[in-house]
């Protein structure tokens, strides 16, 4: 069996585990996400715990059988604590500043660059260059700051543009660097 489809996950306390047929819906203090279970996968949930089980072993079978447990698990981590990626802007005048819920990027093009936020994401802006993506959907926390990096990829010669907060940039050697 999987090594991750087959551990059990346990439901804390204030989150309500619903499961009608292939959905899967999770409530909790910081709000309710669902998913659609695919076909030969079967999720349970005995005495506060969730299992999730296959038929077979074959290999796309398999593979559903972890992603869904981690998918479930991720849900049930999502609506008790939440989940954030931090950013960093690094360049001579790059900035963000926030304009209501939406965030205002100075990144050395002519223009201002507005992002705005998607439904069940909050931004953060902590300081001119550091900033955070809050929500309760996993994917969707990562997905955004994956777009707004997108808007200035880090430079390898110089480091400069946005970047995860930790992210370490392989640097290339310039022309003068023989």
């Given amino acids: 069996m999987s090594r991750i ?3 059990p996950i346990s439901v804390p306390g204030g989150v309500e585990v619903k499961i009608d047929g292939r959905a899967v819906t999770v409530k909790g203090p910081k709000g309710e996400l669902s998913h659609t ?6 999720v349970k949930l005995e005495d506060g715990t969730v299992t999730v089980a296959r038929p ?4 796309t079978i398999r593979a559903l059988h972890g992603l869904t447990r981690s998918l479930i698990y991720n849900m049930i981590v999502g609506v008790t604590q939440g989940y954030t990626k931090t950013l960093e802007i690094v360049g001579v005048g790059y900035r963000v500043q926030a304009k209501g819920n939406n965030l205002e ?10 992002v705005e936020a998607p439904e ?8 001119p260059t550091v900033f955070s993506v809050e929500g309760i ?3 969707k926390v990562g997905e ?10 880090p430079d390898p010669y110089k480091g400069k543009g ?7 940039i392989r640097r290339k050697v310039g022309k003068a660097g023989k």
């Fill in 56 to 59: 077979n072993d074959e290999n």
């Fill in 120 to 127: 069940g994401i909050n931004f953060k802006v902590e300081r």
């Fill in 162 to 168: 946005v970047r995860y907060q930790g992210e370490q």
């Fill in 37 to 42: 279970v695919a076909e030969p996968i079967e």
């Fill in 137 to 139: 959907d996993k994917q």
């Fill in 105 to 114: 990027f100075s990144l050395g093009y002519s223009h201002p660059v507005t």
């Fill in 144 to 153: 955004v700051a994956a777009n707004i990096r997108k808007l200035r990829k």
């Fill in 5 to 7: 489809g087959r551990l």
